[in-house]
Structures are given as C-alpha cells and as structure tokens.
C-alpha cells in the first residue's frame, strides 16, 4: 500500500497549515498593533510577518491540491456545486491574502509603520478564510467527498451509545 491509497488526499493536510499560519498572523498582527507602544509589540508583529510569509507560501501548496481534488475526486452534481463554491471562495481568499503578503514584504522592507488599512485587510481576509473553510468541512461532513468510505449503519447499531454508565464499560465504548 502507497501513501496515496493510505491518505487518498493530501489537501487536508496543507490546509491545516495555512489555516493555522495565517489566522495566527492576523491575530498577531492585531496584538501587535493594538499594543504597539509595549515593547514586546515588535516582537508579535515580526511573528506575525513570518507566519503570513509561511502560510502564503504553504497556501500555493494547498491550493495545488484543492485543484487536484476539485477534478480527481469522484462526486454528484450537488457535490460538485459545492466544491465550485468552496474552490471560488478559496481562489480569492488565497488571491487577498497573496496581496496581503507582499504588502506586508513591501512595509517591511520600506520600514512602513503598520497601518489600520492593512489590519483591517487581514481581518476580513480571515473572514474569508473561515468561510472558506466552512465550505471545505461541508464538502466532508455533508457530502462526505475526500473519505475513503462511509460506515455502514445496521439495525443493530441504531442503539449505540458512548455512555459508558449503560454499558458497564469504562472506556466508553
């Protein structure tokens, strides 16, 4: 067995990074410029700066294997609304923060001050972000594309349950 049939989609797991990476950042880059007269500020905000650098960076990743599974994975035509949606949505969110990153660059470089614009920008960006993500998670959780299988439910288990007081178990199972 390959990797490819262990984990038949790599796009979860570069997803994961850029949606970490760069809500991360907008959230530094807000402390950073709320408390910007605190020493420690600098310090947020360079951080910020790294994680926004790395997660556009790991976003063209993500993005090559969204397309990937956008044209590979097999689906109906309610799923394939959907993953038109959410690859839409995830072209321009990935596009802001793009824009958002070579800002940044350009700030840095040039020694700008951090501008309300520009917080403000990484804030709706990470709006986008979540969206985005809502729409990802539905195309597992409503559509169930990306599993390899979905359980089969037998009369039999129509009754589990996980309280472990019913059982008899511990463990919960």
């Known amino acids: 067995m390959n990797i490819i049939e262990l984990i038949p989609n790599l ?17 530094l880059f807000v402390v950073g410029y709320v408390a910007k007269e605190k ?18 960076a790991i976003t063209i990743i993500t993005v090559g294997t969204g397309l990937y599974e956008y044209y590979t994975v097999q689906h109906d035509e309610p ?16 596009g802001f923060f793009w824009i958002l990153t070579l800002w940044s660059v350009r700030n840095y470089r040039w020694k ?21 993500g809502w729409k990802g998670g539905e195309l597992v959780y409503q559509y169930g594309l990306g599993v390899k299988s979905l359980p089969q439910i037998s009369a039999e288990d129509q009754g589990h349950s996980h309280d472990s ?6 463990h919960g199972h």
């Open 112 to 132: 700008h001050p951090l501008k309300k614009s520009f917080i403000t920008s990484i804030i709706v960006a990470s709006m986008l972000l979540m969206l985005t």
């Open 165 to 170: 007081s019913a059982s008899g178990d511990n």
């Open 11 to 27: 796009h979860p797991i570069f997803v994961h990074f850029t949606v970490g990476l760069l809500s991360t950042s907008a959230g």
């Open 79 to 94: 799923s394939h609304s959907a993953m038109t949606d959410h690859r839409n949505w995830a072209l321009a969110t990935a």
């Open 39 to 56: 020493k420690w500020a600098e310090n947020f905000l360079t951080v910020a700066r790294w994680n926004l650098w790395l997660g556009a």
